[in-house]
């Protein structure tokens, strides 16, 4: 589960250094997204970029609060809950959940889902 949680780890990395490219890396190319700050389900990079453009505009920082790792059927889930502070100090809390695939021994994201709480 480590390569979960270094994956992870790069995405939270990608969004505090606001790298619009290592946040879109994180993903597969067919991935599902589903943002806390969004009511719309997107399925290509073009949307994705459009989304996070926005997000880190706000600049964000994330908290993961709870996490359940599990592995089933060779994918990966990372289940849990997360808190986006922001300079306003307007904060938000929501469940998410990662999906994880290899992809050249990469785990890159399939699908994530988030929803405030």
Known sequence: MNIIVAARRKWIDALHNKNMYNILDCYHKNHTFKGTLSRKVTYCKNDLD???SNLLQMEP???F???DLKKING???????YSFTFPSSK???ANYQFVYK????E???????S???
Do not use: C, M, W
């Not at 785990?107 to 889902?113: L, R, Y």
């Open 50 to 52: 459009k989304y996070f």
């Open 61 to 63: 920082s994330v908290t």
């Open 65 to 67: 609060i709870r996490s």
């Open 75 to 81: 994918l990966y889930f990372d289940s849990g809950t």
């Open 91 to 93: 904060q938000i809390n």
């Open 102 to 105: 290899f992809e050249d021994s």
């Open 107 to 113: 785990a890159k994201i399939v699908s994530h889902f």
């Open 115 to 117: 929803s405030s709480i």
